[in-house]
């Protein structure tokens, strides 16, 4: 009962991470979630699979300003207040050189991946302040360490969240509000699907078996398992640790 009486907004909580995170959150007494994503029906499924009265669900785009506003503003209508706002949502964009690499996938990764988390922040601070701290927890990647070809937009995106945690714990310091970020090595769901088949179209298998190689544990992350680095850094545990960048990968980056 780790997060007993604590109150969370996921992000992208329909998605593989984020609703393995509320999994986990309610096995450890969270007294409400508030799951976010673009697609009701989505969301249906994912409270459907949670199957619990402390969950709901919002549709909001997080690259907007007025949706974040409305989920952070149902959060606290909900639950009286926000004590874990993990910003998980992210899009992997298209898989191309630079040269090639469309301008408005560019734009939209750079919105949903970076700006949807400034506005979390932007919005959930002031209610953080005014009920005495809070943990928010962003979802970079190993992208936000090392580079990989074809995927710049993400990449570029992932590096930029390192500043948006680094000032984030600095402003949120003196209110009690802890902001870290979770680096994972690819995860074994949705999201790896996709980039294997941009990278090896019509060969995703071998793909996977490519990027496999550069891990030394030589397998993916599993979504459970950096929900458990989430519920760590969501509990009072980590009470002392902020503006730390948390990475797991298998070894990947060492
Ligand atoms: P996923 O695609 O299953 O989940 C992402 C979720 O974000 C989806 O449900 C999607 O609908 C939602 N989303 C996308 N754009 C949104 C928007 N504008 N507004 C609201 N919701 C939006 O993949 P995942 O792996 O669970 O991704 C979660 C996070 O983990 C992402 O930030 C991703 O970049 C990061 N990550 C993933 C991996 C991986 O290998 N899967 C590795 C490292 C980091």
Known sequence: MRLKNKSAVITGGAGGIGLASAEKMLAEGVKGILLVDLNE???????????????????????????????TEKAV???????????NAGIEGEVKP????????????????VKGVWLGMKHAFPYMKESGGGSIIITSSVAGIQGTANVSAYVTSKHA???????????????????NSINPSPVDNRMMRSLEEGFAPGNAEQAKKSFENTIPLKRYGKNEEIA?????????????????RHVIDGGMTV
Do not use: C, W
């Open 77 to 87: 209508e909900l639950y009286g207040r926000i004590d874990i706002l993990f910003l």
């Open 41 to 71: 029906e989505d969301l249906k499924k994912a409270v459907a699979e949670l199957d619990s009265d402390k969950v709901s669900y919002v549709t909001a785009d997080v690259s907007k300003n007025e949706d974040v506003k409305k989920y």
């Open 228 to 244: 458990d680095l989430a519920v760590f850094l969501a509990s009072d545990e980590s009470q002392f640790i902020t503006g730390a």
């Open 161 to 179: 969240l390192a500043g948006v945690r680094k000032v984030g714990a600095l402003e949120g310091a003196e209110h009690n509000i802890r902001v």
């Open 98 to 113: 630079i040269t090639e690499y469309p301008e408005k996938m560019y734009d939209k990764v750079m919105d949903v991946n």
